[in-house]
């Protein structure tokens, strides 16, 4: 039996791990990592490769250590330069930095160890902890148990546009593939392909610049919006104790309504903006604001029509860069837990959580199954460091070894 499963593999999931470990709560062989992928925090690698990203936006405080002087440490350590690695204001990490740092923790805390490749499908009560049903490529696996459980699920699914079945293939999602399959998207940019990105976000600009540089022969941005800047992609102040404990004391609509106006989605951080813009103004890429209305295929490629009359094409490939869905994910999920612990659900179909996270005694959920509760950061990095805070007195509790002198004074 295990101490504890943590269920997602992921940065959250990961983060979650190492503080165990770095709390002495845990060894490393008594903790299970659940997740479908051949290896740890592979979806991070994955989706940050589909998208050209060279930096983060957040800044380097927000790592994969709870300590938060723990990246600037590592780059000093091993000689990363400064004005090469670090952008300021809040010195935001380039990527391999920051994925040198993530590979190092996973290195040295030995939690491929602890991965257990697999879905989980399903949790039920066993003893005074959980049993953990498992899947993988469609084949039940053999449950573990575990006396915790940390559900780190991801922070959605792809979410398509409802024309996207009128183009079938010439269209796919930025996110669809799993991690280790090829990438269409750069396939046809090297391929010299005409190349139309749908959406008007980070994700959509960074991968936009790709293109170009992997040798597109066009790109157009479909985006409902010019190019807008903001360094972070939702209110910081909700980080700190202030607007938190302002968040705490709303209801559940306030809250889910402060969710969504908080976060500023389509924006980029200066940087991008300002190299969006070059490529705008050089020619190598193509802005039309507006929303796609209608597609159609004529010869092979695909003609979208926007809500101004206008149309962009005809394009040999389509990259749906919309996003994850803003519903809960993986409700279906949510759901079967929900059904077979006898767990209760907010008005809002989240989980009902106590402020330390806990759904049930020894049960907890962080990311986006966990906002109401943490806030709009949640799904981030920084999200885990919130969830953490929260959740660590009642871990202390569950995972610490009772000590001696506290038994005999219960027992006089």
């Known amino acids: ?179 280790g399959q090829p990438d269409a998207h750069a396939k046809a940019a090297r391929d010299g392909r005409h190349i139309a990105i749908v959406g008007g976000g980070i994700s959509a600009w960074q991968a936009a610049l790709r293109y170009c540089r992997l040798g597109a022969a066009s790109v157009s941005v479909i985006s409902p919006h010019p190019i807008l800047e903001s360094i972070w992609d939702s209110d910081p102040g909700y980080i700190g104790p202030k607007r938190g404990s302002e968040y705490a004391a709303l209801d559940t609509g306030e809250r889910l309504r402060r969710l969504k106006e908080v976060r500023f989605p389509g924006t980029l951080p200066p940087e991008i903006a300002r190299d969006a813009s070059e490529a705008c103004n050089a020619g190598q890429v193509s802005l039309h ?45 949510l759901l079967v837990l929900s059904r077979e612990l006898d767990l209760p659900l907010e008005s809002s179909g989240h989980p009902k959580l106590d402020k330390h996270l806990a759904w049930d005694d020894g049960l907890y959920c962080t990311g986006r199954w966990g906002e109401l509760i943490i806030g709009p950061q949640a799904p981030n990095i920084v999200g885990a460091h919130l969830a953490l805070r929260r959740a660590r007195p009642a871990l202390r509790r569950r995972l610490e070894p009772r000590k001696v002198a506290d038994t005999l004074s219960e027992s006089g």
């Not at 149309?311 to 919309?322: E, L, R």
């Open 1 to 179: 039996m295990y101490k504890v499963a943590i269920v997602g593999g992921g940065l959250q999931g990961i983060f979650l791990a190492h503080s165990l470990i770095r709390d002495r709560f845990v060894r490393t062989t008594q903790l299970a990592i659940v997740d479908p992928n051949e290896s740890l925090a592979a979806v991070w690698r994955d989706r940050t490769a589909r998208v050209g990203m060279r930096r983060l936006r957040s800044s380097s405080s927000h790592n994969i250590d709870p300590d938060y002087r723990s990246l600037r440490r590592f780059a000093r350590e091993h000689g990363y330069r400064r004005e090469e690695h670090f952008l300021e204001p809040y010195a935001r990490p380039s990527l391999t930095l920051f994925d040198d740092h993530l590979e190092a923790t996973i290195r040295n805390d030995r939690l491929e160890e602890s991965h257990v490749r697999a879905c989980m499908t399903a949790i039920r009560r066993a003893g005074e902890g959980y049993e953990v049903s498992m899947a993988m490529s469609g084949k039940e696996m053999t449950p573990i148990r575990a006396g915790s459980v940390l559900l780190a699920i991801g922070a959605g699914e792809p979410s398509l546009p409802e024309w996207a079945s009128h183009v079938g293939t010439l269209g796919e999602h930025l996110f669809d593939s799993a991690p």
């Open 289 to 333: 604001i507006g929303t796609v209305m209608s597609a159609r295929v004529e010869n092979g490629r695909a003609i979208l029509q926007l809500n101004e009359g206008d149309d962009v094409g005809p394009v040999d490939h389509i990259v749906y860069a919309t996003g994850l869905t803003t519903e809960i994910p993986y409700r279906d999920l």
